[in-house]
Structure formats: structure tokens, C-alpha cells
């Protein structure tokens, strides 16, 4: 089965920090896509960063980057310089071929960020 | 501005009551889908639907029904609703280019539906 598993199911930073959120998935697929969503408050989902399997290097947005391991099936994204505006649910998701629609959601992670 | 709109934002019937909830897109992408979030479970893909008159079941489409007819549109309808239905539904649509799905999913505001 395809799944997404996301082990942290809350976790808290202090502002100006840095911040890790964990993502294992489980394909048989080898060419896939993969993404991070953040859901804040006004339950908006909001595409944060995106991965193609095929891609080796890691992809990166401003303060956003991942940390993708194709072998291990991980997708960890670590979120630098935590800013107040970062506190949200965080969906790790990907889509397990080229040609569907079918995107599979992790369970989430609530990201608390402090001053 | 390109958007997907979700009619009602919210909703609250009987059970065995018909309902459609409507999504609109204004961005003429041929993928639609619908999910449906729950505590503690994330969100789960309902239906999707690739073009016009093609549909496919997502991870949990028992109890609804979508259809296709124009680009722009893609309904939910639950039939004979059940508290278990209870839910946030959510619509979003994407482009597809001639290298495959794009990787922008725009999601709609989300539909709070309460089945009592």
C-alpha cells in the first residue's frame, strides 16, 4: 500500500530557530512527486515545496528545504530562522505516479513556533 | 485571480438529506479532486477527476458521487448523508502540461459540513 507516515504529531520551536519535520512514505513507484502543505489556522493549504523523485539534489524555497533520501523513502523538511508566522499543520503528501491524480497525505504535524 | 471556490463554507443537515457541495475553477486545469480532512487522519482524496467525463475513485468514496460535465466544475453529492460524514471537504485542481501534472495543487477554501 501507499502511505505516508509522519511520526511527529506536534512540535514546538522557538522563533529564530531551526526546525525539522519528519516524512516517510512507502511506493513501489520509482518516479513520483512529493510535497510539503501547510495548513494555518484559516485552514487554507498552502503548497510550501515540492520534490520529483528523479531529482537528486534538494529542493529549496527562501527559508524551506528538504532533506530527500529516495532509498531511505524519507522527505524531511527543515524550516530555518522559525518565524511566529510558520505555527500550522504540516502535510507531507506525494503523488505516487506521473500519470494520477491520487495524492496520498500524510496524518500531519502541528508546528508550534514561539517567541 | 485564479481560484477554486467551494459553495456552502458551511453546512449543517439531517441525516438521509441530499446535498451537493459545488466547486468552481477559473484557472481551465483538467485535474479536479475532492478530499475530505479528519482529525488525526489528514486528508484523504475522495474522488478525482483527470477531464471532462472522467472520473476515479480516490482512498474513500463510499457514500459520495462526483460528475464532470463541464472543465470548470466538479460537484460532490452525498446521496443520503450520515453522521460519519461529518467532515472538512476540500476541492483543488491543477494544470497538466505536456510533461505531465503540474506541481501546484490549488486547493478551495474548504466546506465545514456537520450531518447530524
Known amino acids: 500500500a501507499q502511505t505516508v507516515t509522519q511520526s511527529q504529531p506536534e512540535m514546538s520551536v522557538q522563533e529564530a530557530e531551526t526546525v525539522t519535520l519528519s516524512c516517510t512514505y512507502d511506493?513501489?513507484?520509482?518516479?513520483?512527486?512529493l510535497f510539503w502543505y501547510k495548513q494555518p489556522p484559516s485552514r487554507q493549504m498552502i503548497l510550501v515545496i515540492r520534490?520529483?523523485?528523479?531529482?537528486?539534489q534538494n529542493a529549496t524555497e527562501n527559508r524551506f528545504s528538504v532533506n530527500f533520501q529516495k532509498a531511505a523513502k524519507s522527505f524531511s523538511l527543515k524550516i530555518s530562522d522559525s518565524q511566529l508566522g510558520d505555527t500550522a499543520m504540516y502535510f507531507c503528501?506525494?503523488?505516487?505516479?506521473?500519470?494520477?491524480?491520487?495524492?496520498?497525505f500524510g496524518t500531519g504535524t502541528r508546528l508550534q513556533v514561539f517567541p | 485571480e485564479a481560484q477554486v471556490t467551494q459553495n456552502p463554507r458551511y453546512l449543517i443537515t439531517v441525516t438521509g438529506k441530499k446535498l451537493t457541495v459545488t466547486c468552481s475553477q477559473n484557472?481551465?486545469?483538467?485535474?479536479m479532486s475532492w478530499y475530505r480532512q479528519d482529525p488525526g487522519l489528514g486528508l484523504r482524496q475522495i474522488y478525482y477527476?483527470?477531464?471532462?467525463?472522467?472520473?476515479d475513485k480516490g482512498d474513500v468514496p463510499e457514500g459520495y458521487k462526483v460528475s464532470r460535465k463541464e472543465k470548470r466544475n466538479f460537484p460532490l453529492i452525498l446521496e443520503s448523508p450520515s453522521p460519519n460524514q461529518t467532515s472538512l471537504y476540500f476541492c483543488?485542481?491543477?494544470?497538466?502540461?505536456?510533461?505531465?501534472?503540474?506541481?501546484?495543487?490549488?486547493f478551495g477554501p474548504g466546506t465545514r459540513l456537520t450531518v447530524l
Open positions: 483543488a485542481s491543477r494544470d497538466v502540461l505536456a510533461g505531465g501534472p503540474t506541481d501546484t495543487q490549488y
Open positions: 511506493t513501489s513507484e520509482n518516479n513520483y512527486y
Open positions: 520534490q520529483e523523485a528523479y531529482k537528486q
Open positions: 503528501a506525494f503523488i505516487p505516479s506521473y500519470n494520477t491524480d491520487k495524492l496520498i
Open positions: 484557472m481551465n486545469h483538467e485535474y
Open positions: 477527476s483527470m477531464n471532462v467525463e472522467v472520473t
